[in-house]
């Protein structure tokens, strides 16, 4: 028997039993190389196969992720966007509420600010909430607390006028 006989009867008995085709423990030795073999054959005469299989992959994932993120953001709503404590600025009756976590410190944060702020400006219908978020050391620690402070002490324009400045600092601050 050649090689494709073989396989082809593999798959014909493959076919004709349902339950066979799904209980790969039941295949012989052999009947699993060959099984194995058309598979193997089939990926590398038509390797773009894996490629929809990886885009498939990607989009199934991607739409869990915004599932988690979007769940992520339900449950913990109020604290996102009713946070008496965090700055909120823009239109704070705008129809879009964008809220940034922002380090001092971090390189991606300045290099938005003012791209942020353009759009902000821009539309003019964005309420924009800031979550102080100091990751990247002490410094962002003394940097947040001092625009927290500020805001507490001389209120939200204060503290607009603070975080702006920090964020454009090129030296670290130092708790003294």
């Known amino acids: 028997m050649t090689k494709t006989t073989a396989a082809f009867a593999l798959m014909a008995s493959l076919t004709t039993s349902p339950l066979a085709a ?31 299989a990886v885009a498939v992959l990607e989009e199934r994932q991607a739409g869990q992720q915004a599932d988690a993120d979007a769940s992520l953001v339900q449950v913990n709503g ?27 410190r971090c390189g991606y944060c300045r290099k938005a600010h003012d791209e942020v702020a353009q759009l902000i400006e821009a539309d003019g219908n964005i309420r924009f909430i800031v979550k102080e978020f100091p990751i990247l050391g002490e410094a962002s620690v003394v940097s947040s607390r001092f625009a927290v402070a500020t805001k507490l002490v001389a209120g939200d324009e204060a503290y607009k006028a603070v975080s702006d400045a920090l964020i454009k600092l090129k030296s670290d601050v130092e708790e003294s």
């Open 22 to 52: 799904l209980d790969l423990a039941a295949m012989t030795a052999a009947e699993r190389a060959a099984f194995q073999n058309e598979i193997r054959t089939y990926l590398l005469e038509n390797p773009e196969v894996i490629m929809e």
């Open 78 to 104: 109020a604290d996102l966007f009713e946070d008496a404590n965090s700055f909120v600025g823009g239109n704070l009756e705008g129809d879009l509420t964008l809220v940034e976590f922002v380090d001092y």
